[in-house]
């Protein structure tokens, strides 16, 4: 569905562009979530279970650049995966208010059940492009990600730099 504002060309090729980008990342994130759902996580859940698996230990402040997440949102993620015993915090003897976060072994295991279906229906559903259309996307929505950076419209920039 087209843009209805009446504003600058511009303007209107700029909203319809986004309502596209919009509506298919919305389309494939529906569509990951009711598999994730039946494994009892989250999409947030998920970012931070693989985050750990890929890059190793970390505390919340760097999962959260990582994830783009507010530093609340990681923590309520967080206390909700160590409930499950999926994830361990240990705070640091050097500096106590550094609190590093791990996979348990449990959660070892199960991200590494789990992340294997993930990767597959991703996948799929971007198999409606071709190897170099996806290369495209990718390099498109890199430069796109940067350039909002760079204008510092992001709000966790925003409140970061604050």
Known sequence: MPTRYKGSPEEIR?????IKLTRASETLAAALRAPLAREGLTT?????????LHLGPMNERELGRKLLRSGGNITVVVDNLERRGLVGRERSREDRRCVTVALTPEGLRFIRGVFPGHAARITAVLSALSPEEQRELGRLCRKLGRG???EDVLPHRAMASG
């Open 148 to 150: 909002a950076e760079a």
């Open 44 to 52: 947030g859940q998920l970012g931070v279970l693989e985050a750990l």
């Open 14 to 18: 700029a909203l319809n562009c986004y």
